[in-house]
């Protein structure tokens, strides 16, 4: 029964963002003319409807989280069908605005009828780096193509949250999604200094002072090309409390951040709290016997 409300809940959230993201396109259409699924990047990349995919598939991701769902082939499936659905709710829901607001006497055309009209009178923007975005007119006869392009990038939009919800951390005992209890960014101006942090961070048991104040300390080195950041999160399983630390590393080639290699996920001994001992530099404490 419980997992049936909680198969349910979880639909409600993923046709609520779907039908939010619906409403929310229609709404900017009315208020500007311009259709926020249509924008395309490099002629083919249809990046509008991918984030508004990746917005439709919202919910699932924030209810599985929540309700601690792993991503399974059925999961995968509504996921990707909400989001390809959003543009069903939204040509349905401009249609109910258009038939709702006709002067009366107006002949009013079938939905087929109005899709048809309405897409190939639909204007295409194009937006090429370091050019500002232009308007290429009425989509005319590519406009079939142009559904078909905002279809399939509403549909790798709702991928593109399947895969992020799959790389969630979970915890392999309980199968739950991980929390995150700290964070915090550390800055070295080279390898030694990086190694001096880094490679003796777990040189002392983890509920010692000395361990506390080695990963309590934060490092400042100043930004500049070379400098590298590691990102440190304490994670930790809702239902049996074990925690474990994730670090990655990058380094900043002087325009951005770019991955290192070396990152890592370093379980803590079952029972033991190192979350104060990163936020706080004070030890934990742990209900280890
Ligand atoms: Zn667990």
Request: proline share 5%.
């Amino acid at each position: 029964m419980r997992r049936l409300m909680e198969a349910g809940g979880l639909v409600m959230a993923g046709l609520a963002t779907a039908l939010g993201t619906a409403i929310l396109v229609t709404a900017i259409l009315m208020l500007t003319g311009w259709d926020p699924l249509s924008l395309v990047v490099k002629a083919i990349v249809p990046v509008g409807a991918i984030g508004c995919g990746a917005l439709a598939a919202s919910g699932y991701y924030f209810g599985a989280k929540w309700l601690h769902q792993e991503v399974t082939k059925a999961l995968l499936f509504q996921m990707v069908a909400t989001a390809a659905a959003t543009l069903l709710l939204y040509y349905g829901l401009v249609y109910a605005l258009v038939i709702a607001t006709a002067p009366v006497g107006t002949p009013l055309p079938g939905f087929g009828e109005f899709l048809d009209r309405w897409l190939t009178q639909t204007h295409v923007y194009q937006s090429l780096s370091h050019q500002p975005t232009v308007d290429l007119g009425e989509a005319g006869g590519d406009a079939y193509f142009n559904a078909i392009l905002e279809f399939v990038g509403l549909t790798i939009g709702g991928l593109w949250v399947v895969f992020a919800l799959m790389r969630q951390p979970a915890c392999p005992a309980c199968g739950k999604y991980l929390r995150v209890l700290a964070r915090k960014q550390d800055l070295f101006a080279d390898d030694d200094s990086l190694a001096a942090y880094y490679h003796h961070e777990f040189d002392h048991p983890v509920d010692s002072a000395e361990f506390a104040r080695h990963v309590g300390h934060r490092h400042k080195a100043p930004l500049r090309p070379g400098t590298i950041r590691v990102s440190t999160q304490v994670l930790a399983c809702p239902t049996c409390s074990t925690q474990s630390v994730e670090e990655i590393l990058s380094l900043n080639d002087g325009r951005e951040w770019r991955e290192a290699d070396g990152g890592r996920s370093v379980d803590v001994p079952a029972g033991a709290d190192v979350a104060s001992a990163y936020r706080t530099g004070q030890p934990g404490v742990s209900s280890a016997a």
